[in-house]
């Protein structure tokens, strides 16, 4: 905080001199003096980054992560990094060093993983922007669960460059790093910063006309045995935004069907299982955890965690536990991978480049601790979007009767963020966006 304060003052003298215009300064430094707060994940100079995990408790980063440096370099001052699930891998941010993130509207509830400190931090205020990364929802649903928005753009876009841990191989790809903020028009300007050369790939700059867009939507996933029904609340918020869309915008709006969107879970198990394209085996879960120190044997570890002795939590010893399980053979894989083909392809055709889709980003709102445990399979609603790399904006829709957030994906074809972005912006202007914690 000292640090951001300094920053901060140096900003104020420069604006006091008055040396430079503000379109000048506006060119030169889109972010000047505009606080931001960073996931623990990511290198932050000065900062740790341990991505929770215990091993790596005195890990301090000596440089910038590509995407903080490219904001830093924009005019923002970092004030912080934010919390996360161990080694990123569960949507419940809870580790054994920094402990439990609470969601600002109920400390109850979780704030979802595994850039859940961020979209609580963001939430309640105590910053503007945020820096978050997603390989199966770990920017949209903490976004959705804080109620703010979280845009996870296109593979291969915004460098992941300087994070822990790094996706290779086969999972490269489908690592995105994106923004995550309080206000819609907040996140086109920071992906034109974060991206870099790569922005080049998208048309952030295009005019969208929303009521020539064609939406569909999809109100669940058809009906997998392994996810919970969605909740009758987003259902009803979804439908809100239908009529809204068929009736006041005057746009066209088709209800669809997609009967491969039940595999959703497994089309994210054979993203996680992919080669990479020199035949490499994606990086086993178990190595990870034993970053920093010796191998580690995951039955050893959950009779520990039992008697209250293990660094690990719970999450992370069951995944290691299940990984060579949850990893598919290669016939099972090719299996699926056909379906994973078929479906982007069917979406691809469906959405064109006029096309959004609107899908729900969580069956939930958001539970209370500990509830994820019993519900491991919910984050296939947005880990889908992952497996078919496709850009995703999850944006809120006020609050439930309870007071928790309600929100929605909108999704569309390759390279169209511009699409989600602006009906981001429409939604906020339409349903009111974020909502202070602070004001019920």
């Known amino acids: 905080f000292e640090e951001a304060m300094k920053e901060a003052h140096a900003v104020d003298q420069k604006l006091a001199e008055k040396q430079e215009d ?33 091993n790596r408790r005195d890990a301090i980063s000596k440089t910038d992560a590509t995407v903080v440096a490219l904001l830093k370099e924009a005019g923002a001052i970092p004030l912080g990094i934010t919390n996360c699930s161990e080694l990123c891998m569960w ?17 109850q509830h979780i704030v979802g993983g595994s850039s859940g400190g961020e979209g609580c931090t963001l939430a309640a205020a105590c910053s503007v922007i945020g820096v978050g990364s997603d390989i199966g929802g770990s920017i949209r649903m903490p976004a959705f669960f804080n109620g703010i928005f979280g845009h996870k753009p296109s593979p291969g876009v ?31 300007p920071m992906l034109k910063v974060m991206a870099g050369p790569g922005i080049k790939r998208l048309k952030l700059d295009t005019k969208v006309h929303l009521k020539d867009l064609k939406f569909y939507w999809m109100e669940h996933d058809g009906g997998s045995f392994l996810m919970s029904k969605v ?13 809204h869309l068929e009736t006041i915008l005057g746009a066209s709006v088709q209800h669809v069907k997609l009967k491969k969107m039940k595999y959703s879970f497994q089309l994210w198990i054979t993203m996680m299982s992919a080669k990479g394209h020199d035949g490499k085996e994606p990086l086993k879960f178990v190595d990870l955890l ?19 002795l293990s660094v690990y939590t719970i999450p992370s010893i069951g995944l290691a536990l299940l990984e060579e399980k949850l990893k598919y053979n290669n016939e ?27 899908y729900p980003s969580h069956p939930t709102v958001a539970p209370k601790h500990h509830v994820p445990l019993t519900r491991p399979f919910n984050f296939a609603y947005t880990g889908v979007f992952n497996a078919l790399g496709l850009p995703v904006t999850q944006c809120p829709l006020g609050l439930n009767v309870k007071g928790l957030p309600l929100g929605i994906q909108v999704v569309a074809g390759p390279f169209n963020d511009h699409l989600t972005l602006a009906v981001a912006q429409y939604l906020e202007k339409t349903f009111g966006g974020w909502v202070c914690p602070g004001k019920f």
């Open 22 to 54: 503000e379109a000048t300064l506006e060119n030169k430094w889109p972010f000047l003096g505009v606080p931001l707060t960073v996931k623990e994940a990511f290198q932050l100079q000065g900062m740790p980054n341990s991505s929770g995990l215990m």
């Open 91 to 107: 949507y419940e941010s809870s580790n054994k060093i920094y402990g439990r993130s609470n969601n600002p509207y109920d400390l």
């Open 158 to 188: 915004v460098p992941n460059k300087g994070q822990f841990p790094m996706a290779v191989g086969g999972q490269e790809l489908f690592q995105c790093t994106g923004p995550m903020c309080r206000y819609a028009e907040d996140l086109a």
């Open 231 to 243: 909740d009758q609340d987003l259902i009803l918020a979804q439908k809100k935004v239908v009529v």
């Open 290 to 308: 034993g970053d920093h120190g010796k191998h580690v044997n995951p039955l050893w570890e959950l009779i520990k965690w039992c008697l209250g």
């Open 332 to 358: 099972k894989y090719q299996k699926f991978k056909a379906v994973e083909e078929s479906l982007h392809k069917e979406l691809v055709e469906m959405l064109g480049d006029d096309g959004v889709f609107l």
